[in-house]
């Protein structure tokens, strides 16, 4: 036995243990692991069918490249966002240029790339050691009897995975009706021809015991390293299946949206949705700048103080701002139901999507699916979120086509790039009004704090041009001679290095991010055809809110009704109700039942948040 054949077994071990250790990083971080004892045994098992498999490690070394080389990515995540990769950190991912991905990183991405080609490096040596090395072959006849043990125990699991698992609400009665029920099934082997027939067969037979959940926990397998990677990637695949069937799936979807008789008189709404703006960075709302001076003269706008989104991430928010997607759904990908869009179109609207946003393609992002639902759609960015990307007032010129359209009613939504960052990129040079900033530097590296005070002065000058943009946006509907309204709502805050606080951007679980600003502007003539609705406007100003009384409020603004709407949850109606604020905190966590913890004001909530599903 040579030297480098010695050397090359414990390296080989303790490199695959060290890759296998990652999701307890979290514990490093003094951060919580859900279920740390069945990734173990999870990473345990993986090994053992992998060698029983493939025999020796040079054959399915070359499986594991992709784990490697996102070791970084998982490493970056766990430390400045507290999780590992996800789908949805899939999803981002795919929906970011290069360029967007540099500019966001600065001069980390070259550390970020030193380090792939690091662990490339590491990942070859492995490679070569494994082809040297001849000890860790499994060539014991053990490894034939556990290959039958492992074939048998799929029978069972595959068992398992057609007719489920008994939750632990399900008593003995379940089972046993379960099992009566198949002793008096007239199908036998020789008739079933068809899968059909098997599944139907199988639908029937009693479920496994609940202890055998566990091994049906593809979540936590998914976390588990170095294969979980693969059924995130799957997991990320099957979404993007999902949005591209979505619109055939939701073809024949309707609301029976009808207006109410007595609204026979031209109107227009706009909604426009902001990017990443946060609440207590509006003057408008208590801020020490006057971030917001040309709102601030604005007598017919109302400003909610208590207004959230569930989630901080643009593809998860904007569903549930659209839809009737429950904020506790937004993990899961897609929703059957159809946009407000939808709705307004089958009361009589013409229907308009202005975005400086990226489509990413015709189904490619769940925003994208809803935007199509327009009768007029235009994304008008091309540039990404880089100094490439146009300023927001590319969109006045197309709001003002849509204004001067010749249908009679007509709802117009304009998707802002807001304060999306590189926040410096978000105005143009009169807007750069606090100093130091951003503004002109070249690839500024966003998480270095030396960058905090530039990073925040840049934050608050794209504030005071989406103050400007608003306020143009209402001069073009004052100038109608018709009725017209405007409901503005970001689809998510910021966290921007408060206090000792050192994080920023979002995805941190905090008040910063959840708390979001929204408001309601109103013509006159909107104030003499609907006094009532002004009436509670006022009223409700100061209730506590949602993205998901967003959808309820924009129908009930023009007297749009449906056979199943929800008035309790319109900002305009006397019968909003107050219903649990949920957000993607450690599982869904009970907004006004939760403590604000740290600089970071990070929301965690006092009783156990409810499991979130995916």
């Known amino acids: 036995m040579t030297s480098q054949s010695r050397f090359s077994t414990p390296y080989l071990l303790t490199s695959y243990s060290l890759i296998s250790a990652l999701p307890y990083l979290a514990w490093v971080l003094a951060k919580p692991i859900e279920h740390p004892l069945r990734l173990l045994g999870f990473e345990l098992l993986t090994w053992l069918v992998l060698w029983l498999v493939f025999k020796r490690p040079r054959w399915f070394h070359y499986l594991l490249l992709p784990a490697f080389l996102t070791i970084p990515i998982e490493v970056y995540l766990r430390v400045y966002y507290s999780q590992g990769i996800s789908t949805h950190h899939l999803g981002i991912i795919s929906e970011t240029s290069p360029k967007e991905a540099i500019e966001f990183l600065g001069h980390k991405v070259w550390l970020l ?107 936590s397998f998914s976390h588990t390293w170095p294969l979980g990677i693969f059924v995130r990637g799957y997991d990320f695949f099957s979404e993007r299946h999902y949005l591209s069937q979505l619109t055939d799936k939701n073809k024949e979807f309707r609301f029976n949206a009808r207006q109410e008789l007595g609204n026979d008189f031209q109107q227009t709404i706009v909604v426009v949705i902001g990017e990443s703006s946060r609440y207590d960075r509006w003057s408008i709302n208590g801020y020490q700048r006057e971030t917001n001076p040309y709102l601030a003269q604005e007598d017919n706008l109302v400003s909610f103080s208590d207004m959230i989104t569930a989630v901080s991430a643009t593809r998860l928010s904007v569903p549930i701002i659209s839809t009737r997607k429950a904020a506790t759904q937004s993990l899961k990908a897609g929703f059957v139901e159809k946009s407000f869009l939808s709705a307004y179109k089958e009361a009589g609207f013409k229907t308009f999507w202005l975005s400086n946003q990226m489509s990413f393609g015709q189904f490619d992002t769940p925003t994208s699916v809803i935007a199509k639902e327009a009768d007029v759609t235009q994304f008008l960015n091309l540039g990404g979120f880089t100094d490439r990307s146009n300023f927001d007032q590319v969109l006045l010129e197309p709001l003002q086509n849509a204004l001067g359209d010749s249908a009679p009613n007509k709802l117009i939504v304009l998707h802002t790039l807001g304060n999306h960052w590189n926040y410096s990129q978000r105005y143009p040079k009169e807007y750069d009004r606090w100093l130091p900033s951003l503004f002109g530097v070249a690839n500024p590296a966003y998480t270095d704090l030396k960058n905090k005070e530039a990073l925040n002065n840049s934050y608050d000058n794209s504030m005071l041009y989406t103050d400007w943009l608003l306020a143009r946006v209402i001069v073009q509907l004052k100038a109608l001679t018709h009725m017209s309204a405007l409901f503005f709502v970001s689809d998510h805050g910021q966290t921007l290095y408060d206090g000792s606080c050192n994080l920023a951007f979002h995805g941190h679980n905090t008040e910063y991010e959840f708390h979001i600003p929204a408001f309601m502007w109103y013509s006159d003539q909107y104030q003499s055809q609907h006094p009532q609705k002004i009436a509670q406007l006022l009223r409700h100003k100061d209730a506590k809110l949602t993205t998901e009384n967003v959808f309820h409020t924009l129908l009930d603004m023009v007297d749009i009704r449906t056979p199943d709407e929800k008035l309790d949850r319109s900002i305009l109606s006397a019968q909003l109700k107050a219903h649990v604020r949920y957000v993607d905190s450690y599982g869904w966590s009970n907004y006004d039942d939760s403590t604000v913890q740290g600089d970071c004001h990070e929301i965690i909530d006092r009783k156990t948040p409810l499991v979130q599903e995916k």
């Not at 399900?170 to 068809?194: F, H, K, M, P």
């Open 113 to 219: 790339l030193l380090l792939m080609g690091l662990i490339f490096l590491w990942w070859w040596s492995l490679l070569r050691a494994a082809k040297s090395n001849h000890r860790l072959d499994w060539v014991h006849g053990s490894r034939w009897f556990l290959l039958a043990c492992l074939s048998a125990s799929l029978v069972p699991w595959w068992y398992g995975l057609e007719v489920g698992v008994l939750s632990t609400s399900d008593n003995g009665n379940g089972s046993a009706s379960a099992s009566a029920d198949s002793s008096s099934n007239e199908y036998t082997l020789s008739q079933v021809r068809s899968w059909d027939h098997l599944h139907t067969l199988l639908n029937q037979q009693p479920k496994l015991p609940a202890w055998a959940d566990t091994f049906y926990d593809a979540e």
